[in-house]
Nanobody
Framework: QVQLVESGGGLVQAGGSLRLSCAAS????????MGWFRRAPGKGREFVAQ????????YYGDSVKGRFTISRDNAKTTVSLQMNSLKPEDTANYSC????????????WGQGTQVTVSS
């Protein structure tokens, strides 16, 4: 099992920046990748970004490319999401997720942290 705890959400004006962090604990040696997803009110879950633990490969959703950056700290088993040039449409609950080596699916989820961007 892997436990995930997010931090760093909040309220920011459009054009501003926020940094989210996700700390993993438990069977972290078995992590294949970690990622961020978001869910806006009345909408489905949207992929934001992911990073592969072994080589640091990153992938981004089209709506955040060029504005968001995902990074990892292997020693601390932490993944961060730097969000710049925020837009009101980025308002959502952001969740951290982890995939293990066995299934390589995002089976582990944090509680989520709210990001609100005002216009």
């Amino acid at each position: 099992q892997v436990q995930l705890v997010e931090s760093g959400g909040g309220l920011v004006q459009a054009g501003g920046s926020l940094r989210l962090s996700c700390a993993a604990s438990g069977r972290t040696f078995n992590i294949y990748a970690m990622g961020w997803f978001r869910r806006a009110p009345g909408k489905g879950r949207e992929f934001v970004a992911q990073i592969t633990w072994s080589d640091g490969s990153t992938y981004y959703g089209d709506s955040v490319k060029g504005r968001f950056t995902i990074s990892r700290d292997n020693a601390k088993t932490t993944v961060s999401l730097q969000m710049n040039s925020l837009k009101p449409e980025d308002t959502a609950n952001y969740s951290c997720a982890a995939a293990d080596q066995v299934g390589r699916r995002f089976d582990y989820w944090g509680q989520g942290t709210q990001v609100t961007v005002s216009s």
